[in-house]
């Protein structure tokens, strides 16, 4: 009897496949709905003022809607045309490995179920308003689209004594990364985004503004349930992929250096990119030509 050996991406692809569900869309009730919309009113009041204007700009790109709980295959088919990305029902967490590799096919895992009425304010483990409110907005922006997949790449490769680098570095940018728009501090971390409480720490005086480096963001501890004291900003989403790679050339393990198969075409030179706006923001402003 002849034993079939599964190639290294077909294994990644079964243990993806094992977490992966469906959104019962009409499954949600209408307290369900209501949950969404009183946490979706809460914030966009506060960041049409405070958050980044790619945010902003992407909840309108995936049609985000204020009164229902988004359903995953609708948004995806206003998504996966712009960068690809789709956001993948699955149940339970990931372990780092296949979360950076679903990252590296720009599959972005989210939970469907919904928090309750009784706990607004705070649940410990992430909710579909935490993962499509807060997170799939940006993945409409093609600079950190780019950089978001080119993490779950490079994080893939790295040796497991790097995963604490790679951990910073997602924790800094994505989940409570600051945007600097000409003289104002934006938010666009989903755990800003999502919290309300986390977003007028980091932009009050409590919180100390760094400005980003690799260097700084891979260096500074951070406590998950703890309201953060320091967060970095950085100007361009540009800066986060040029981070990325420079992590990536520092870390990829020996076994892992060979050309992998990559999931989209080579990326542009963000740097070149101007915007539609003229302002300096370049591969971070939402009116990228």
Known sequence: MQCHQHSHSEQIELGLEAFNIRQDWSSYSAEDHGVWQTLYDRRM?????????????????????????????????????????????????????????????????????????TSLDYIPEPDIFHDVFGHVPLHAHPVFADFLQRFG???ADAGDEHTEAFTRLFWFTVEFGLFRERT???????????????????????????????????????????????LFAVESFGELFAAVE?????????????SRHSVQAAEPDWSTVRCKCGCSQTGGCANLV
């Open 45 to 117: 009041q506060h960041l049409e003022k405070h958050a980044a204007g790619a945010f902003l700009e992407g909840t309108k790109v995936i049609g985000l809607q204020r009164d229902r709980i988004p359903n995953l295959d609708e948004m995806n088919a206003r998504l996966e045309p712009k960068t690809g990305w789709r956001a993948v029902p699955v149940k339970g967490f990931l372990e780092p490995k296949l979360f950076f590799e679903s990252l590296a096919r720009r599959r972005f895992p989210t939970t469907v179920t919904i928090r309750p009425a």
């Open 153 to 155: 790449q490079a994080a």
């Open 184 to 230: 104002e501090m934006k938010v666009y971390g989903s755990g800003l985004i999502s919290s309300h409480g986390d977003c007028l720490n980091a932009l009050s005086d409590k919180c100390v503004k760094r400005r980003f480096t690799l260097r700084d963001v891979i260096a500074q501890p951070f406590a998950i349930d703890d309201l953060q004291p320091v």
């Open 246 to 258: 420079e992590l990536a050339r520092a870390t990829r393990a020996p076994e892992r250096r060979a």
